[in-house]
């Protein structure tokens, strides 16, 4: 048995962005021309699995009725903005979206059936800006979200952790699950003022989902040394306390130094580290139970060689990326120290961060 299945079709290039938008399929071809070129020395040990489409009551698990018939309507009538500002859709794209709920959800019964023993969703349009009226944020439908209620609804589970390492805090999956305990939302993400608005360490949950909403929001430039830190001493230990039955984890690669839409300044080498990290802490808390969901990652070069390191990983056939490492000015670092000081004085009162 292979140990590690990407879901994949080349459907997802149906979704046309136009001219110079950044989440275009030139991003997946990046990674399927890197996963090409090392698949006879992994195939064994990693394999292709072709997603199925998601029906509308799926969708439903998480968006409106209203809504899902709005991007069918925009779709039909030839594409458009979906917002006001950058999501963008084709005719095809409300059939690829499908395909995109479809294969994050083919990825998580492969791995509850222990078919494989993790999983990477490789699917576009991206989906944790998505809530349950609105598109925003180059997102269609939330397909990490549509996950974690379908495991909650249909596979009985109790508690499942989403843990959002994109360089965008996710607003539309903070939403969804706002007032559940049976959903912990983890982000760390760049400052949010500027987009999307959301994610402040003060967001903390409401009701029954007091205390399960976890923000870590970093100062633009932040880098390696501080982000580490903030897996080490503030996401590692949550995630511990909390036991988590299955890992669902939106894999944005946005967070990369040379990336043209986010603003941290993480080296490849800190993200392989980051998503090593995901991995073993998900072999301790919920039997291995991870799949990986892409959301960002905009620098085609890099996205390619990120993913392919990943799934290399995943797959136990670990592979070296880049080692540089970014040069941080002494204030970036005082102001990551600060920030991630003021998020543990805030969720000190719900995890014990000693």
């Known amino acids: 048995m292979s140990n590690t299945a ?30 090409s070129k090392v698949k006879s020395g992994g195939i064994d040990k990693w394999q292709m699995v072709q997603p199925e489409k998601a029906c509308i009551e799926d969708v439903e698990l998480v968006h409106a009725a209203e809504y899902i018939k709005l991007v069918q309507a925009v779709c039909r009538s030839g594409g458009g903005l979906l917002d006001l500002q950058d999501t963008v859709v084709s005719p095809e794209s409300f059939d690829t979206a499908l395909y995109a709920v479809g294969g994050t959800l083919k990825a998580v019964d492969l791995v509850m059936k222990k078919t494989y023993k993790n999983a990477f969703a490789l699917v576009r349009p991206p989906g944790h800006h998505a809530d349950r009226f609105r598109a925003c944020g180059f997102c269609v439908f939330n397909n990490i979200a549509i996950a974690a209620e379908h495991l909650l609804n249909r596979s009985g589970l109790r508690r499942v952790l989403i843990l959002d390492v994109d360089a965008h805090h996710g607003n539309g999956t903070q939403l969804t699950f706002y007032r559940t305990s049976s959903v912990l939302y983890l982000s760390l993400h ?96 919920c039997q291995g139970r991870l799949v990986y969901v892409l959301e960002g990652g905009y620098n085609v070069t890099a996205v390619g060689r990120l993913v392919r390191a990943t799934i290399a990983e995943m797959s136990g056939s670990p592979c070296i990326v880049k080692k540089k490492v970014t040069t941080l000015s002494n204030n970036a670092m005082s102001q990551g120290k600060k920030a991630m000081d003021a998020v543990r004085r805030i969720q000190s009162a719900y995890w014990n961060l000693a």
């Open 190 to 285: 760049e400052d949010p003022y500027d987009f999307p608005g959301t994610g402040f360490a003060d967001e903390i949950g409401e009701g029954e989902g007091l205390g399960y909403n976890v923000n870590i929001p970093l100062p633009y430039r932040t880098g390696d040394q501080t982000y580490l830190r903030a897996m080490r001493e503030i996401v590692e230990p949550i995630v511990r306390q909390y036991e988590p039955e299955f890992m669902l984890v939106s894999a944005g690669f946005d967070g990369y130094y040379a990336d043209p839409v986010g603003n941290l300044s993480l080296s490849a080498s800190c993200i392989q580290k980051v998503y090593e990290k995901m991995g073993a802490l998900a072999s301790k808390v």
């Open 6 to 35: 990407v879901v994949f079709s080349p459907v997802y290039y149906k979704h046309n962005t136009g001219r110079s938008h950044p989440e275009s399929a030139e991003r997946l071809r990046a990674i399927v021309d890197q996963l």
